[in-house]
Structures are given as structure tokens and as C-alpha cells.
């Protein structure tokens, strides 16, 4: 990829995006497209076809979706669902029509069944049923996963899907509904430590098991991948290493320093029982993750109490 290469990067204020964009500029890249949300509606077909015409991006990278945490997705199924599938749509299909050279679609490792086996292969997809709680989210991605390779197929396009583990690092969503685990529970063991409150919630048994990967090295593997990896089908990304709720939730309560108890909500839950991805794909072309799990919460973690907490707008929608 050539360091002129106009780059449009869509979602550039989210977590992943804002972790492609430094990447992109560490590499040297320095051609980059952005638009904010409020600029450019991805779900607003007219708005993306009038805004691809006039920049013509060579390249794309598709980080804006509609995202948020277990409760999130289940509650606000119909917007996960309809803005996910606008978005890929509208994206996907102008990057055809305006030749955009290669484009990299970001799904999720929820787009896989619930039962799946473990590790997570790639060819798992669209094997069995998928998790409930997720489902509107996860066929949207599916549907973007589809969109690429069909577009492929029809019409030659150079459309690369990547399927990112559990994801943390710099401007993650602290919203203590909305978010995924990991910053919900930096915030709640740091507001307990601060209040001296005696025990913590931590939502549903405690008994799955997730993996986690900092967005700085999904970043990376991204920027390989888009200078690299020129294939049909999907690509996971993640350490291939999990630990289940209750040993995060141990985890973020010493990196934080509180003492109290931990106390697990099984009203809330539980999801998928474990959701741990293959990376052999990535590896065999020599990636690996390098963040490790505790360096990165306390990284996170440091961040969070220099201000780094964005709230959700997802409970405005
Ligand atoms: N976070 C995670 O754990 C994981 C994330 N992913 C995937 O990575 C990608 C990025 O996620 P993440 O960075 O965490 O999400 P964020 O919520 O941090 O960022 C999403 C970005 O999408 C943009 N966006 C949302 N809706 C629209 C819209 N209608 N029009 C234009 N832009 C829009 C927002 O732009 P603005 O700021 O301008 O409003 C926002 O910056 C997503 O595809 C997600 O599915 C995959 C696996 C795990
Ligand atoms: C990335 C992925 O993220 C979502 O799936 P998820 O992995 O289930 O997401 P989660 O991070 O919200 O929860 C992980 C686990 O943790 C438990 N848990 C405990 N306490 C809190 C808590 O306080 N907040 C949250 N959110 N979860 C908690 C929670 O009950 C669950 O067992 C998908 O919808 C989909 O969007 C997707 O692709």
C-alpha cells in the first residue's frame, strides 16, 4: 500500500477507529479521510454515495457500527440490527461503485454460534444458532461478512472481513448499562474504591469466559491485514487466551486496589459461555498480539482516571 493512499477511515472517533488512525500515521500513512457522525449519517444512503463520488477513497476501513455491550444488544435490538445493516450496505456498496481498491470490513466474534467449538474457527460460521442476546447485532455482521465476499465473487472486489475478539483500550465506552464488561468494571471498582462501598456487582454467575485483546494490536493487525491479506472469507483476530468473568473481575479489583466484595447478579446474562478465538490463520503469517492482559487494564486503567470516559449515546438513540 502505497503511503499517499487516500484512506478513508469510518468510525475514526470510536475505540477501533481512533486506534487505526494512530496506527495508520505511526506507519507512515498520512492521506486520511475522516467524517464524523454528525458530518456524514452512514445510514443516510444519498449523504454516503454524494460523499464517496466527491473523495473517492482508495481504501477503506469500516470501524463505524452501532456497538455496545450484553444489555445493549439485547435491548436496543432493532437499532443494532437496522443501523449495522444501513451502514454496511451504504459503505460496502459505494465502495464498489467508486472503486475503492480494497476495503476492510470489522465484524465481531459474536457472529459465530452460541455452541460453537473451541476455539472459535473461522469455518464455525453459520453452523449452529446464535447466541439471543446478540442475535440482531450478530446477523447484521454476518450480512457485512456476506457483502464482502459477494461483492467479490459478482464484481472483483478486494473486500477483506476481520473478526476482532472482546475489545479494550483508549476511548472505550465507560456507560455502566451500555458498555462491554471490561470498562464497566474498571468503573465500578474505581467508583467503589472511592465510596468506600463494601461489595461490587458484577452481572450474571461469573462463569464465562472471554477474551480480550487492547485495540492497539487489533489496530495492528488490521494495518497488516490491509497491506497484506488479499483473501475471500473472514479473519480472527485475538491473543487466544481467555479468562472467565469472575477472574477478570479479580483482575480489574486489584489492578484498582479496592478491597471489598465481589457480588454476581444472576438476573443479569451470562451470553455466550465462552467465546475464545482460533488466531492460527493470523499467526501462520507470523502476527501475534502483544499487550498482555493485566499491562493493558493498567495502561486502561490510568487513562480512565486522567479522564478518558466517553458515556454511550446509545440510551438517546
Ligand atoms: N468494542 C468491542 O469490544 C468490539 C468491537 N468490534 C467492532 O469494531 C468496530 C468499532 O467498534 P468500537 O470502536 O468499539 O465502537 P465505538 O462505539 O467506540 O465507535 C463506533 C464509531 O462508529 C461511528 N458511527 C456509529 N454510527 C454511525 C453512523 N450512523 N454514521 C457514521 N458513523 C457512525 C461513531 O462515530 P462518531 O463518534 O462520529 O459518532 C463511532 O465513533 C465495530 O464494527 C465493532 O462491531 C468488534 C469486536 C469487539
Ligand atoms: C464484543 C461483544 O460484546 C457483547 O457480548 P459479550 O461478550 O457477552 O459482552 P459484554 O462485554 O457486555 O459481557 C461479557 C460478560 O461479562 C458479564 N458482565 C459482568 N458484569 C458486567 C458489566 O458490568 N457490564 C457488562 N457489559 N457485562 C458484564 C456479562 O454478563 C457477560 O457474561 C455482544 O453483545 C457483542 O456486542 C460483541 O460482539
Same mark, same amino acid.
Given at each position: 500500500?502505497?503511503?499517499?493512499?487516500?484512506?478513508?477511515?469510518?468510525?475514526?472517533?470510536?475505540?477501533?477507529?481512533?486506534?487505526?488512525?494512530?496506527?495508520?500515521?505511526?506507519?507512515?500513512?498520512?492521506?486520511?479521510?475522516?467524517?464524523?457522525? #454528525?458530518?456524514?449519517?452512514?445510514?443516510? #444512503?444519498?449523504?454516503?454515495? *454524494?460523499? @464517496?463520488?466527491? +473523495?473517492?477513497?482508495?481504501? =477503506?476501513?469500516?470501524?463505524?457500527?452501532? &456497538?455496545?455491550?450484553?444489555?445493549?444488544?439485547?435491548?436496543?435490538?432493532?437499532?443494532?440490527?437496522?443501523?449495522?445493516?444501513?451502514?454496511?450496505?451504504? &459503505?460496502?456498496?459505494?465502495?464498489?461503485?467508486?472503486?475503492? #481498491?480494497?476495503?476492510? @470490513?470489522?465484524?465481531?466474534?459474536?457472529?459465530?454460534?452460541?455452541?460453537?467449538? $473451541?476455539?472459535?474457527?473461522?469455518?464455525?460460521?453459520?453452523?449452529?444458532?446464535?447466541? +439471543?442476546?446478540?442475535?440482531?447485532?450478530?446477523?447484521?455482521?454476518?450480512?457485512?461478512?456476506?457483502?464482502?465476499?459477494?461483492?467479490?465473487?459478482?464484481?472483483?472486489?478486494?473486500?477483506?472481513?476481520?473478526?476482532?475478539?472482546?475489545?479494550?483500550?483508549?476511548? *472505550?465506552?465507560?456507560?455502566?448499562?451500555?458498555?462491554? =464488561?471490561?470498562?464497566?468494571?474498571?468503573?465500578?471498582?474505581? +467508583?467503589?474504591?472511592?465510596?468506600?462501598?463494601?461489595?461490587?456487582?458484577?452481572?450474571?454467575?461469573?462463569?464465562?469466559?472471554? %477474551?480480550?485483546?487492547?485495540?492497539? *494490536?487489533?489496530?495492528?493487525?488490521?494495518?497488516?491485514?490491509?497491506?497484506?491479506?488479499?483473501? $475471500?472469507?473472514?479473519?480472527?483476530?485475538?491473543?487466544?487466551? *481467555?479468562?472467565?468473568?469472575?477472574?477478570?473481575?479479580?483482575?480489574?479489583?486489584?489492578? &484498582?486496589?479496592?478491597?471489598? $466484595?465481589?457480588?454476581?447478579?444472576?438476573?443479569?446474562?451470562?451470553?455466550?459461555?465462552?467465546?475464545?478465538?482460533?488466531?492460527?490463520?493470523?499467526?501462520?503469517?507470523?502476527?501475534?498480539?502483544?499487550?498482555?492482559? %493485566?499491562?493493558?487494564?493498567?495502561? =486502561?486503567?490510568?487513562? @480512565?482516571?486522567?479522564?478518558?470516559?466517553?458515556?454511550?449515546?446509545?440510551?438517546?438513540?
Amino acid at each position: 500500500m502505497n503511503k499517499e493512499a487516500k484512506i478513508y477511515v469510518a468510525g475514526h472517533r470510536g475505540m477501533v477507529g481512533s486506534a487505526m488512525m494512530r496506527r495508520l500515521q505511526q506507519a507512515g500513512y498520512h492521506n486520511l479521510i475522516t467524517r464524523t457522525s #454528525q458530518e456524514l449519517d452512514l445510514r443516510n #444512503q444519498a449523504a454516503v454515495a *454524494d460523499f @464517496f463520488a466527491e +473523495e473517492k477513497p482508495e481504501y =477503506v476501513v469500516l470501524a463505524a457500527a452501532k &456497538v455496545g455491550g450484553i444489555v445493549a444488544n439485547n435491548v436496543y435490538r432493532a437499532d443494532f440490527l437496522y443501523e449495522n445493516l444501513m451502514i454496511e450496505a451504504n &459503505v460496502i456498496h459505494q465502495s464498489y461503485l467508486q472503486g475503492v #481498491q480494497k476495503l476492510l @470490513f470489522l465484524g465481531s466474534s459474536c457472529i459465530y454460534p452460541k455452541m460453537a467449538p $473451541q476455539p472459535l474457527q473461522e469455518n464455525a460460521l453459520l453452523t449452529g444458532p446464535l447466541e +439471543e442476546t446478540n442475535e440482531p447485532y450478530a446477523v447484521a455482521k454476518i450480512a457485512g461478512i456476506k457483502l464482502c465476499d459477494a461483492y467479490r465473487a459478482q464484481y472483483g472486489c478486494n473486500f477483506i472481513s476481520a473478526m476482532p475478539t472482546n475489545l479494550y483500550g483508549p476511548h *472505550d465506552n465507560y456507560d455502566l448499562k451500555n458498555s462491554h =464488561v471490561l470498562p464497566a468494571l474498571i468503573r465500578k471498582f474505581h +467508583e467503589a474504591k472511592a465510596s468506600g462501598a463494601p461489595e461490587v456487582e458484577v452481572w450474571g454467575s461469573g462463569t464465562p469466559r472471554r %477474551e480480550f485483546l487492547h485495540a492497539d *494490536d487489533l489496530a495492528d493487525a488490521c494495518l497488516w491485514l490491509l497491506e497484506n491479506y488479499n483473501e $475471500q472469507g473472514l479473519v480472527n483476530i485475538g491473543t487466544g487466551e *481467555d479468562l472467565s468473568i469472575r477472574e477478570l473481575a479479580e483482575l480489574v479489583s486489584r489492578t &484498582v486496589g479496592y478491597e471489598g $466484595q465481589i457480588r454476581f447478579n444472576t438476573d443479569y446474562p451470562d451470553g455466550t459461555p465462552r467465546k475464545l478465538m482460533d488466531v492460527s490463520k493470523l499467526a501462520g503469517h507470523g502476527w501475534k498480539a502483544s499487550i498482555g492482559l %493485566e499491562e493493558g487494564i493498567a495502561a =486502561v486503567y490510568a487513562a @480512565f482516571q486522567q479522564g478518558d470516559a466517553k458515556n454511550s449515546a446509545l440510551a438517546t438513540a
